[in-house]
C-alpha cells in the first residue's frame, strides 16, 4: 500500500514537472503593447531584476505622442506596477539622463548676448549715437549709416540675441531623480544605490552647447531600487579584477553606441552585461519593459537568464525577438 502511494507521488511530481506554470507563459518573450497593460496581465512575484531604459521626453519619434504630464504619469505607472510583479529582495534599474530638457512655453526664454560671436564692430553705443544723429532714420538706413546689417541694428538696440528653445519658449532643464524616487517610494521601491555610466559625449547638444555654458551630455545614471526582501550578496558572481575595476565602483565608462540605424537610443550591450551579472543568477527572471532594440533580453539570454521584454512599437518587438533569438544562439 505504501509502495503504491509513493508511486503515486512520484507519478504526480513528474506530472507536476510537466505542467506548464503561468509564469512559462510570460518568460523568454517580447510582449507587444503598452507596458503598463501588459504589466497589469503578469503573475505576481517573478521578476529577480528589472532594467530599463524609458523614454526620456528629449523628443524623440517613439515619445514625440507625449505631453510632459503623459510622460509623468506613464513612468509613474510603470514604477508602480513593478511592487507586484518583483520578487522580494529584487531591484528595479533605471537608466535615464538625469537633466530633461525640454521646451516649455510657460517659462521665460533663456536669453545670451554671444560676445564672442559677434561678427560686426559696430556696438550698441554707435547704434545709439547714430539714432541721435539720425533720429528719423530706419531700420535699413541706420543699417546703411553703419555699414553693418539689420539684424545688428536690432539686437544692439534690444540688447539681445534670444536663444533657447526653438526661438518661441523656454528650454526647460529639470533633475528627473528626484521624481523618480519620489514614485517608487510611495510604490513601496526604495532608492538601494546610484551608479554613474560615463559615455560619449554628445556633441549634438553642440548648439544649445556654443552659445551657454552647458556642458555636452556625457552620463547617465542608473538608480538601482529595491523591494524589501532578503538580497543574497555572492562576491562570486564577479571575479577579483571585475570587482576591483567596474563591480565596486560608481562610475562606469562605457562607450556609446556608436551606430544608431537599428534603434535611435539604444544602450551598449556591456552596460546591460554588468548589471545582469553583478544582480543576478544564471536562471533568474530579467525584464525590460521598454526593450527597444532587445538588448537587455539578448545579454540576458548570452548570460541563460531568462527574460521578459515588452515594447509598445511592434517594429522594435520584432527587433528584439529577432536579435534574442539570433545572438544568444
Ligand atoms: C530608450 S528606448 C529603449 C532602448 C533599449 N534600451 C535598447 O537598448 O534598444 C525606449 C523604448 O520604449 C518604447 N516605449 C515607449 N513607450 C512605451 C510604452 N508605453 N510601453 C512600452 N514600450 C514603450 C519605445 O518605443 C522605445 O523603443
Given at each position: 500500500?505504501?509502495?503504491?502511494?509513493?508511486?503515486?507521488?512520484?507519478?504526480?511530481?513528474?506530472?507536476?514537472?510537466?505542467?506548464?506554470?503561468?509564469?512559462?507563459?510570460?518568460?523568454?518573450?517580447?510582449?507587444?503593447?503598452?507596458?503598463?497593460?501588459?504589466?497589469?496581465?503578469?503573475?505576481?512575484?517573478?521578476?529577480?531584476?528589472?532594467?530599463?531604459?524609458?523614454?526620456?521626453?528629449?523628443?524623440?519619434?517613439?515619445?514625440?505622442?507625449?505631453?510632459?504630464?503623459?510622460?509623468?504619469?506613464?513612468?509613474?505607472?510603470?514604477?508602480?506596477?513593478?511592487?507586484?510583479?518583483?520578487?522580494?529582495?529584487?531591484?528595479?534599474?533605471?537608466?535615464?539622463?538625469?537633466?530633461?530638457?525640454?521646451?516649455?512655453?510657460?517659462?521665460?526664454?533663456?536669453?545670451?548676448?554671444?560676445?564672442?560671436?559677434?561678427?560686426?564692430?559696430?556696438?550698441?553705443?554707435?547704434?545709439l549715437k547714430a539714432k541721435i544723429k539720425h533720429p528719423?532714420a530706419?531700420?535699413?538706413?541706420l543699417?546703411?549709416i553703419?555699414?553693418?546689417?539689420?539684424?545688428?541694428?536690432?539686437?544692439?538696440?534690444?540688447?539681445?540675441?534670444?536663444?533657447?528653445?526653438?526661438?518661441?519658449?523656454?528650454?526647460?532643464?529639470?533633475?528627473?531623480?528626484?521624481?523618480?524616487?519620489?514614485?517608487?517610494?510611495?510604490?513601496?521601491?526604495?532608492?538601494?544605490?546610484?551608479?554613474?555610466?560615463?559615455?560619449?559625449?554628445?556633441?549634438?547638444?553642440?548648439?544649445?552647447?556654443?552659445?551657454?555654458?552647458?556642458?555636452?551630455?556625457?552620463?547617465?545614471?542608473?538608480?538601482?531600487?529595491?523591494?524589501?526582501?532578503?538580497?543574497?550578496?555572492?562576491?562570486?558572481?564577479?571575479?577579483?579584477?571585475?570587482?576591483?575595476?567596474?563591480?565596486?565602483?560608481?562610475?562606469?565608462?562605457?562607450?556609446?553606441?556608436?551606430?544608431?540605424?537599428?534603434?535611435?537610443?539604444?544602450?551598449?550591450?556591456?552596460?546591460?552585461?554588468?548589471?545582469?551579472?553583478?544582480?543576478?543568477?544564471?536562471?533568474?527572471?530579467?525584464?525590460?519593459?521598454?526593450?527597444?532594440?532587445?538588448?537587455?533580453?539578448?545579454?540576458?539570454?548570452?548570460?541563460?537568464?531568462?527574460?521578459?521584454?515588452?515594447?509598445?512599437?511592434?517594429?522594435?518587438?520584432?527587433?528584439?525577438?529577432?536579435?534574442?533569438?539570433?545572438?544568444?544562439?
Amino acid at each position: 500500500m505504501s509502495l503504491q502511494l509513493s508511486m503515486l507521488n512520484r507519478i504526480a511530481d513528474m506530472v507536476l514537472a510537466y505542467v506548464p506554470s503561468v509564469s512559462d507563459d510570460w518568460l523568454n518573450k517580447i510582449h507587444v503593447g503598452d507596458s503598463r497593460a501588459v504589466l497589469k496581465s503578469m503573475p505576481d512575484n517573478i521578476v529577480d531584476l528589472s532594467f530599463w531604459s524609458p523614454p526620456y521626453f528629449v523628443g524623440k519619434e517613439y515619445e514625440a505622442h507625449l505631453t510632459f504630464q503623459d510622460w509623468q504619469n506613464l513612468i509613474c505607472d510603470v514604477i508602480k506596477e513593478h511592487t507586484r510583479v518583483m520578487k522580494e529582495g529584487a531591484f528595479m534599474v533605471i537608466n535615464i539622463a538625469d537633466i530633461l530638457c525640454f521646451v516649455d512655453p510657460n517659462m521665460p526664454r533663456y536669453m545670451a548676448n554671444n560676445v564672442s560671436n559677434k561678427k560686426s564692430p559696430v556696438t550698441r553705443e554707435d547704434v545709439l549715437k547714430a539714432k541721435i544723429k539720425h533720429p528719423k532714420a530706419s531700420r535699413h538706413e541706420l543699417a546703411s549709416i553703419l555699414g553693418c546689417s539689420e539684424q545688428t541694428i536690432q539686437r544692439r538696440s534690444e540688447h539681445n540675441n534670444v536663444r533657447g528653445g526653438k526661438g518661441t519658449a523656454g528650454t526647460r532643464v529639470l533633475l528627473v531623480g528626484g521624481m523618480l524616487q519620489d514614485w517608487a517610494k510611495e510604490a513601496g521601491l526604495y532608492l538601494y544605490d546610484h551608479r554613474i555610466w560615463h559615455k560619449d559625449p554628445c556633441w549634438a547638444n553642440s548648439r544649445w552647447h556654443s552659445n551657454s555654458y552647458r556642458a555636452v551630455d556625457e552620463f547617465e545614471h542608473l538608480y538601482i531600487f529595491w523591494k524589501p526582501g532578503i538580497v543574497d550578496v555572492d562576491r562570486e558572481r564577479l571575479g577579483r579584477a571585475e570587482w576591483a575595476e567596474w563591480g565596486s565602483r560608481g562610475v562606469w565608462n562605457i562607450r556609446s553606441v556608436q551606430r544608431n540605424n537599428r534603434h535611435e537610443c539604444e544602450f551598449p550591450e556591456m552596460l546591460a552585461d554588468r548589471v545582469i551579472r553583478l544582480l543576478t543568477d544564471k536562471g533568474d527572471v530579467v525584464l525590460d519593459p521598454f526593450v527597444g532594440s532587445g538588448t537587455t533580453t539578448a545579454v540576458a539570454r548570452k548570460l541563460k537568464r531568462k527574460y521578459i521584454g515588452i515594447e509598445r512599437l511592434k517594429k522594435y518587438a520584432q527587433l528584439a525577438e529577432a536579435r534574442t533569438n539570433v545572438e544568444a544562439d
